[in-house]
Structure formats: structure tokens, C-alpha cells
């Protein structure tokens, strides 16, 4: 059974920085695309940060230059650097992956961790 466990949300003023990490655990064969969402109440879901199989990586709009996604492979876990961080970016955030395991390639969500940004 693979899981996605983040860690590193909480409360930071605006213009302060956190790192936010999520780990995959269980048998994994390889990962395809992998990436951060995140929720805002009364907003829909949307795309943070991703990265491909290939090493593409795609940033939303606003996070451009503040934020840097990244990956230990040999932790099997994700990164995503969140810098200058502005109150617009207090949401719920999660982690996805899509994962080639012995069943074939499912995706898969982790259970989100809250970032609050005071002003």
C-alpha cells in the first residue's frame, strides 16, 4: 500500500518561508508526474508546483520565483521551498503522484497540510 505523508505546514508572517515535504512510502517502482496542489476555502483545487517524469518542472503563475519544487530520490520525497510568502497563500496543501507500482500506475493524494500567512 504506497502513502503520501506531508509534513512542514503551519502559521508564518508574510515574507517568511517554509518547506513543506512529503514522503512515499510502500512498493514503488517508479514515479511518473509529481506535484503540489492546494485549496483555499471556498476555492477550488489548483496547481502549484509540478515536476515530470522527465524533469519538467511547471510552476502556477503566482508562485513564480517564490516557491521551488523539488525531489531526494534516494528518500523518495518531494519538496516544495516556499519563500516571500504572501497571505494569499494560506490554503491546504497536497502533495500528488502518480506511481508505477506492481498493480500498474495509480495516483495518489496526501492527506494536506494547512499553511496560514498573517499579514
Not at 502559521?11 to 517508479?30: H, T
Not at 503522484?97 to 498493480?103: D, F, G, P, Y
Request: charged content about 15%; aromatic content about 10%.
Amino acid at each position: 500500500q504506497v502513502q503520501l505523508v506531508e509534513s512542514g505546514g503551519g502559521l508564518v508572517q508574510a515574507g517568511g518561508s517554509l518547506r513543506l515535504s512529503c514522503a512515499a512510502s510502500g512498493i514503488i517502482f517508479s514515479f511518473n508526474n509529481e506535484g503540489w496542489f492546494r485549496q483555499a476555502p471556498g476555492k477550488q483545487r489548483e496547481l502549484v508546483a509540478r515536476v515530470t517524469y522527465g524533469g519538467r518542472i511547471n510552476y502556477a503563475d503566482s508562485v513564480k520565483g517564490r516557491f521551488t519544487i523539488s525531489r531526494d530520490n534516494a528518500e523518495n520525497t518531494l519538496y516544495l521551498q516556499m519563500n516571500s510568502l504572501k497571505p494569499e497563500d494560506t490554503a491546504v496543501y497536497y502533495c500528488n503522484a502518480v506511481i508505477i507500482t506492481s498493480t500498474g500506475e495509480h495516483a495518489y493524494w496526501g492527506q494536506g497540510t494547512q499553511v496560514t500567512v498573517s499579514s
